[in-house]
């Protein structure tokens, strides 16, 4: 089913490209870059502020991250939209499929694995073997248990994907940094607000 | 072609953004802008209803057999695009926004209206946005309607680079931003 | 570099600087869209945070119950859209302005700190610490801080010699796309206010690190000033730039 949303988006002059193969063309020719430990040192100096504000509630931070990460979903996907012009995803299989191949790739250049779906399929995981916003990060030891250092993406996430008319919740149930085997995010679907899909798109 | 106006109409059928690039001597009040945002979004809304139930289905059919060529805009090269300068194309590179055919997220609504005088097309994003834009000239050309497809998915580029990015802009309330007026003036006047 | 005629040290400055530009260029990258939202998203996270201090407050003086019950509210809330938030900050008092900015100021200076060291650890050949000055300090930020996080230089750099530097930015990336009016009215320059507390405080940060690090012994003050007209022909859309006044306390 990506291979298709894939066809459909990127085949120019016949020829056919997988998913893969349009996210790494943008990513290598159309995206501005800039280096990723700016990027790291910038976020990890965010989250230290935040903890020192809210004197290491770290539920609270949490909670602030992905509220920031929110209201940047919810602009960024714009951008996203209008660079790679992709279609609507006909299950919710084709968004997993998008997200980790397409938008955390040309944002990030990472490609999350995605599996353990759920058997009604409303819930997969992205497992971040990288991640560009925790290199090279220690958490301190009250932070460990409880602080969820990359939270800002459940957010973006979410916000993102409520613009494209679908509900979701998104969270993380575990973090190399918190001494976990692998980062693992879920992504649930509530419900597709059909009510606010734009008219002609059937 | 010359666009003589370019229209943004956010989800809820608000008119935030117009700008006419002619000046006219039939110039529409900001009243009647308002009016005409609202009336075309609800004649797209009703153009996808009255779309025949058999088409519905055999476009549904269509979709999951792969490619559609009738679904594909073709990409239009050399237009308006913007080459001089990496830095003018803000977080986009290269020598255009895109270098490829794309599918259109507006299948069944309206997409396209004729008169003698004018030809008026538009474009709409999968989060509910609309670009509209005018032409002084009469055409049901296919060609035409590709290159305005084309040049509003690059006003939609704009707008995700430099409306987006100002934090203070808020999605019901007009566009006011320099950058994105003057880029979209360039893009049109190029063509 | 050793002193073996001018030409070939022109080819070994050219060389390390190649060599400079693709150690660069092979460092991990990301998308630059994303890390403009994030740095400029900091504005209202630090407004929002500010928000949710001030109910914490008002919880822990009211009684038990309305305590829990307005922390669940809390919790469950969203904290507003951005846009939202930033209008926020013009109704809020004037501590609450200050808390927010040093808040700011604090991010910026944190990232600044770390960020001079991710810098001299690049090799950069147009970096020597032999003697390095305040005013070479300066150079480096004007030069290498702005172009790593911002992607271009500062425009000017004016110094009386004496501790006091005028930093011009005639293009401040992260404002770049906000709508400035030619007028700039007292409320928008108010608005502008929290976005150039993040630099001030990388400046500072960058100072800090590298050996200006007593209190108060460097402060810096960012203020919205006229292009001049030479420099706007360029960015004809774009009449506001940003200046930064650096003072530096120097023992003599």
Known sequence: ?202 | MAIQTILVINKSGGLVYQRDFIKTSAKLSSNEYLILAGTLQGVVAIASQVTPKALQISAKAGSKTANEPSQLIPYVGSLGAPTQNLSDMGSFMGQDFFNESFASWNQSGLKHVTTDQLSMFLYQTLTGLKFVAISTQSTTNAMAVSIAENLLRKAYCLYADYVMKNPFHDPDMPIKCELFDSHLAELVGQL | MVDSGLASEVNEHQRLQLQFQLFQESLPKVDETVYRMLLNEAVPLAIGVERSLNHLEEDSTDQLETDLNSKLTFESQELGASHKLLQEYMTADQDQQIRINTRLENIGFQLGQKLSQLLIFSNNPNLSFKDMDLLSVMKFVCRDVWKQVFGKQIDNLKTNHRGTFYLLDYNYKPIESFTLEEDLSDQEQKMMEPFLHVPCGMIRGVLASLGFEKEDQVTCQATLVEAPDSKQAGASAFAKSVSFNVQVLVER
């Open chain 1, 1 to 202: 089913m990506s291979a298709n949303s894939a066809n459909i988006s990127a085949s120019s002059a016949g020829s056919k490209k997988s998913l893969k193969t349009f996210s790494d063309d943008i990513w290598k020719n159309k995206t501005a870059k800039i280096n990723a430990e700016l990027f790291t040192l910038t976020y990890g100096s965010i989250v230290s502020q935040l903890c020192t504000d809210f004197e290491r509630d770290f539920k609270k931070v949490n909670s602030h991250l992905s509220a920031m990460g929110y209201n940047i979903g919810v602009r960024l996907i714009e951008d996203f939209l209008a660079r790679t012009a992709l279609p609507r995803c006909d299950s919710f299989t084709q968004t997993s499929e998008v997200i980790s191949k397409c938008a955390f790739k040309i944002f990030l250049n990472v490609t999350p694995q995605v599996g353990n779906w759920s058997s009604s399929k409303d819930t997969f995981s992205l497992f971040l073997d990288e991640n560009p916003l925790s290199d090279f990060v220690e958490l301190p030891m009250d932070a460990v248990k409880e602080l969820w250092y990359s939270n800002i993406l459940c957010g973006v996430l979410k916000g993102a994907l409520e613009m494209v008319q679908m509900d979701c919740d998104v969270w993380f149930v575990s973090d190399v940094l918190r001494g976990d085997q692998n980062t693992e995010m879920r992504v649930k679907l509530n419900r597709i607000m059909k009510e606010e899909i734009p008219a002609g798109e059937d």
